[in-house]
C-alpha cells in the first residue's frame, strides 16, 4: 500500500495519525456536532428508557460492539474514535476528547467525572494561536495522541488522563490524578502528576 503524504491526507486521517491538523475542517465539524448531539439526546433521557438509550450509544458509538453503562450526563468529541471493551462501567460525567483512538479495555470501571484528553497544542504560541486565512476566515492547528486503559483497571473519581497515555491491565488510578505517562500493569497510582506508589499483589486481596 502507498503511503499518502501529509499534503495528500485528509484533515481527518491528519488527526487519527497524530499529526498536525486543522479542527475546523467541514467533515470533522460535521463529526462533533453529529456526536454532541447524540450524547445531549442521550443526556436526556431517564435511566429506564432502556431501549432508547441503548439506540442512541449504537450510533455515538458505533465502533463499540458491547455498549457499556453510561451513566448521564456524557460528552465526547466524535464517539466514533472510542473503543470500549466488554462489561465496562462508566460513572456520571464522562468526558472523552477522542480526537485520537480510545482504547477502554474489558471490565474497566470509571468514576465519576473522569476526563480522557487526547488532544495536544503546540508548546510555541506562534504555532498554536489562531491563524487568517485569505478569506478572513480564522482557524488554528492542533494534534492528538491515543489513549488506551487496558482490561481491568478501575479509574477512580476525578482522573484526567492525557494524550499518549496508557495505563497497564489491572492498575488502579487514585482520585484526582492526572496521568500524563504510561502506568505500568497491575500498579496502584496516585497523584498530580500520577505516580505509582506500588504493586498491586496478593496481599490485596478482600475475599478468602
Known amino acids: 500500500m502507498e503511503l499518502k503524504g501529509n499534503d495528500e491526507m485528509t484533515e481527518k486521517e491528519k488527526m487519527l495519525a497524530g499529526e498536525l491538523y486543522d479542527p475546523s475542517d467541514e467533515e470533522l465539524s ?16 431517564d435511566e429506564d428508557e432502556t431501549d432508547r438509550r441503548r439506540g442512541i450509544l449504537m450510533e455515538l458509538l458505533p ?27 462508566v460513572n456520571f460525567n464522562f468526558t472523552c476528547l477522542d480526537v485520537c483512538p480510545v482504547h477502554i479495555g474489558d471490565n474497566a470501571f470509571i468514576g465519576p467525572n473522569v476526563t480522557i484528553a487526547t488532544p495536544m497544542h503546540p508548546l510555541l504560541p506562534e504555532e498554536r494561536n ?43 488510578i ?19 502528576p500520577c505516580r505509582v506508589i506500588r504493586e498491586i499483589t496478593e496481599a490485596d486481596r478482600i475475599m478468602s
Open 174 to 192: 487514585a482520585a484526582g490524578s492526572v496521568v500524563t505517562r504510561d502506568i505500568p500493569p497491575h500498579s496502584l497510582a496516585a497523584g498530580s
Open 30 to 45: 460535521r463529526l462533533r456536532t453529529r456526536a454532541r448531539k447524540l450524547a445531549r439526546k442521550y443526556n436526556l433521557t
Open 130 to 172: 489562531v491563524r487568517t486565512r485569505e478569506d478572513g476566515s480564522f482557524y488554528n492547528l492542533e494534534y492528538a495522541k491515543p489513549v488506551t486503559i487496558e482490561k481491568n483497571c478501575w479509574i477512580a473519581s476525578d482522573v484526567v488522563i492525557c494524550g499518549g497515555v496508557t495505563v497497564g491491565e489491572g492498575s488502579v
Open 63 to 89: 465502533e463499540t460492539p458491547v455498549i457499556p453503562a453510561l451513566q448521564a450526563p456524557v460528552h465526547f468529541d466524535y464517539g466514533c474514535n472510542t473503543y470500549f471493551g466488554k462489561a465496562c462501567d
